[in-house]
């Protein structure tokens, strides 16, 4: 069944596009609803009905955005008291697992002594580790990478971001950033040192976006851009800034933004040929709200995917990945589909996502950060984006193909993802994995650096 732009926004009115399993509400952000314009074309009795049947505070807080006006920050956001889309589990009970301190771990001083202890400590279970994901996703981690820059943009300022990224990294085995090996820097959107104010609301993103890219590419250079909100205009200024500073992989850590008439004029922010542009496609499940999110739906960034990840001793690689039934997917309402995506059920618009990686409140990865007490275990769209930045990193992001087209054309370093479902659509690829390109998967998940 194709689906076209107008039917897509009638289903969402209707509530005839549904989400199959709830996401916890910690990972959740404030509702969102569908662009004027899209709604118009949806029968006026389907409007009342799908506004009826909608929770009174969904209805109250649901924000509303002008037509041809840019999203602002989400209220949810700024009222929450964790991280927006990312959910947070203490670890759990257990022996920790430790690994061997690289060589020269940092220099003398109080940097050594707090390496070696962090080192010493381990990471408490219940999380999947760096070598855990290097060894799923087979990364040759150890061996590339040098010279490849990574930047992580960020609303606010994360006073911590260091000390967390160090305890993370010395945990796991790798060497810290410090003067012998300045691998952070930290800048503001316009390329400066003076920070935005701290939130809290953001830490935990600050931490997963480092963590994870250091997790596939260890000796990548990371470069942190702290925007001044999180308005969509102050992350596309983010983006242009991470370039401008040499970045050749840029992970937008938030990208929350619902697709809305002129979406266009944002778009050169998110477009730098050379430069691979990651962001997650959501956790909002199938066509969640009817619309897809910025800056994600734009062809010229890579739309990440969320997965489970799970050992699985039976299989040839190891591990078992299924889409993650919380992961977003579905067609643009206003993107063009790109050359590489073959037409399908989305017409001549975007079909989302392109790749993924683990994002799963099933499975989460172990992060470290400051303001949510030390080790946590983490889920959430976000996740995703940042490990799959570090793998185009770690392939230093050959600028001959555009990044978005590389693992159409290289598939065979991809794994496919060939089960699970994000939502009800007729049995169609917009919300069931199968073999081959899918919505909730898109190509697959990396299977080393050859498709990035």
């Known amino acids: 069944m194709r689906i ?43 409007l009342a009905s799908a506004r009826a049947s909608a929770p009174a505070s969904a209805r109250a807080s649901a924000p509303a955005f002008a037509p041809g006006a840019a999203p602002q920050g989400r209220p949810g956001c700024a009222a929450a008291k964790g991280d927006c889309m990312l959910g947070v589990a203490k670890p759990k009970a257990g022996k920790a697992r430790t690994f061997t301190a690289k060589a020269g771990l940092a220099a003398p001083g109080p940097g050594r002594v707090a390496a070696q202890k962090a080192a010493a400590g381990g990471i408490p279970p219940g999380g999947l580790t760096a070598a855990d994901l290097q060894d799923a996703y087979k990364l040759p981690s150890d061996l590339l990478g040098g010279g490849s820059t990574i930047a992580v943009v960020v609303p606010m300022d994360t006073t911590s971001a260091e000390k967390d990224l160090n305890t993370y990294r010395a945990a796991n085995g790798m060497h810290v950033c410090d003067a012998e090996f300045p691998c952070l820097r930290k800048i503001d959107q316009r390329g400066g040192t003076t920070p935005p104010p701290a939130s809290p609301n953001w830490t935990l ?14 000796n990548c250079s990371l470069l942190l851009v702290e925007a001044d909100d999180d308005t969509l205009a102050s992350q596309g200024a983010a983006v242009d800034q991470a370039v401008a500073q040499g970045a050749r992989t840029v992970v937008v850590m938030d990208g929350w933004f619902p697709e809305y008439e002129g979406q266009d004029a944002m778009a050169p922010h998110f477009d730098h040929p050379g430069v691979a542009i990651v962001a997650a ?41 299924t889409s993650w039934r919380a992961t977003a997917s579905g067609c643009s309402l206003y993107e063009k589909r790109p050359s590489w995506q ?29 303001g949510n007490g030390g080790w946590v ?25 555009p990044a978005p087209q590389r693992p159409y054309t290289h598939r ?39 498709a990035f």
């Open 4 to 46: 076209t732009r107008t039917r897509l926004a009638m289903l969402a009115a209707a509530g005839a596009l549904t989400l199959l399993a709830a996401v916890p509400p910690s990972a959740t952000a404030a509702p969102k609803t569908a662009p004027a314009s899209a709604l118009a074309s949806a029968p006026a009795s389907a």
């Open 205 to 218: 993103h600050t931490a997963v976006g480092l963590d994870m890219a250091s997790a596939a590419c260890p």
């Open 281 to 321: 496609s959501g956790d909002t499940g199938f066509n969640g709200g009817g619309h897809e999110l910025l800056p994600a739906a734009y062809p010229t960034v890579v739309a990440v995917a969320g997965t489970d990840l799970y050992r699985d001793p039976a299989t040839r690689r190891g591990w078992a990945e």
């Open 342 to 370: 073959r037409e399908g059920d989305c017409g001549d618009r975007r079909t989302v996502a392109d790749v993924a990686a683990v994002a799963s409140d099933y499975t989460p990865v172990s992060a470290f950060n400051s």
């Open 377 to 401: 275990n983490v889920s959430g769209g976000p996740v995703a984006p940042a490990l799959v930045g570090g793998v185009y990193g770690l392939a230093g992001n050959p600028a001959s193909t």
């Open 412 to 450: 065979r370093y991809m794994f496919d993802i060939t089960s699970g479902t994000n939502g009800t659509c007729g049995g169609s690829i917009l919300c069931t994995a199968r073999t081959g390109y899918d919505g909730p998967s898109g190509m697959g998940a990396p299977n080393g650096t050859g």
